[in-house]
Nanobody, 133 residues
């Protein structure tokens, strides 16, 4: 499975962008999709995640109230609406999904587990988001 992220670009602080992520082929078995980001010389960090079936969401504290994750579960497509962007949001954004082999998680467990890179099996190529001050 290959994921394709799109929608990045250059925007001024306070602006908005909407990222999209789609699989290159048919829909696949999976529990959740997520977004991570990586700034230069920094580790990849969690941004947001959502379960395909129930729409349980999880956000990093740094983006709560500004970013909204959504999904089309039937197509394994995941979106990230980013509002009130800040220069600190500048990074390459990666979408990810698991392969469905680990079953399902409860709501509380899901919100912590889905924030870890190790849960995910498939990753997109990344899309650059640059926020100017």
């Amino acid at each position: 499975v290959q994921l394709q992220a799109s929608g990045g670009g250059l925007v001024q602080a306070g602006g908005s962008l909407r990222l999209s992520c789609a699989p290159s082929g048919r829909a696949f078995a999976s529990f959740a999709g997520g977004w991570f980001r990586q700034a230069p010389e920094k580790e990849r960090e969690f941004v947001a995640a959502i379960t395909w079936r129930d729409g349980i969401t999880s956000y990093a504290d740094s983006v709560k109230g500004r970013f909204t994750i959504s999904r089309d579960g039937a197509k394994n497509m995941v979106y990230l609406q980013m509002n009130s962007l800040k220069p600190d949001d500048t990074a390459v954004y990666y979408c990810a999904a698991d392969n469905g082999s680990r079953g399902v998680l409860g709501r509380t467990t899901a919100r912590s587990v889905l924030a870890t890179t190790t849960w995910y099996d498939y990753w997109g190529q990344g899309t650059q988001v640059t926020v100017s001050s």
